[in-house]
């Protein structure tokens, strides 16, 4: 069974502030993805990023940025120089991708950005 | 535009009144599925379907009804709704074989009384 743990509940940072927020995953697919969702107070859902098993790279997009190890099964997520826009929850997912199996959510982590 | 949709966004009711949760894509897409969340829980599937008249169970299937007459729509069912079903619901489609590329709905917060 596939399996994603997001530790942190709830991080609280001052605007401009560095965050991380730690996804580690369990699979025995080879091939599998992973993503990276926001959830605004408004409650929909915004796809950050999507990642397969393949590609190691790390990835930057603005102030984004997204740390994929597979020697430790995680998938952690970056956001440089924290604005209030970023407060929101964030999930992080996992999929086999090819079968009829839908996504695997951690339970989220909740952001708050204090100005 | 490529979009999945749902209807109502917002739903408050009673325990034991009959309802439906429309959901619909105009992707001509065959995979489509239903997530509930719940705070401190992450989203879990309902229910999916591969195709039309293709329905199987996911990880919280207790409680739900779904059916898929028509490639496009994928409705969820709550026959007797019970207030531990008060959730934030969201449909999702994607290809057969591509779920990694699924589109989610708008969701659907549901208050039940």
């Known amino acids: 069974a596939q399996k994603v743990t997001q530790a942190q509940t709830e991080i609280s940072v001052v605007e401009k502030e560095d965050v991380t927020l730690d996804c580690v995953y369990e699979t025995r697919d080879t091939t599998y993805y992973l993503f990276w969702y926001k959830q605004p107070p408004s409650g929909e859902l915004v796809f950050l990023i999507r990642?397969?098993?393949?590609?190691?790279q790390n990835e930057i997009s603005g102030r984004y940025s997204w740390n994929f190890q597979k020697s430790t099964s995680s998938f952690n997520f970056t956001i440089t120089a924290s604005q209030v826009v970023d407060s929101a929850v964030y999930f992080c997912a996992l999929t086999s991708g090819g079968g009829a199996d839908g996504l695997t959510f951690g339970k989220g982590t909740h952001l708050i950005i204090q100005p | 535009e490529a979009q999945v949709t749902q209807n109502p966004r917002y739903l408050i009711t009673v325990t034991g009144k009959k309802l439906t949760v429309t959901c619909s894509q105009n992707m001509n897409h065959e995979y489509m599925s239903w997530y509930r969340q719940d705070p401190g829980l992450g989203l879990r599937q309902i229910y999916y379907?591969?195709?039309?008249?293709?329905?199987d169970k996911g990880d919280v299937p207790e409680g739900y009804k779904v059916s898929r007459k028509e490639k496009r729509n994928f409705p969820l069912i709550l026959e007797s709704p019970s207030p531990n079903q008060t959730s934030l619901y969201f449909c999702?489609?994607?290809?057969?074989?591509?779920?990694?590329?699924?589109?989610f709905g708008p969701g659907t917060r549901l208050t039940v009384t």
């Open positions: 990642r397969n098993s393949f590609d190691e």
């Open positions: 999702a489609s994607s290809l057969l074989g591509r779920v990694y590329e699924q589109y």
């Open positions: 379907s591969m195709n039309v008249e293709v329905t």
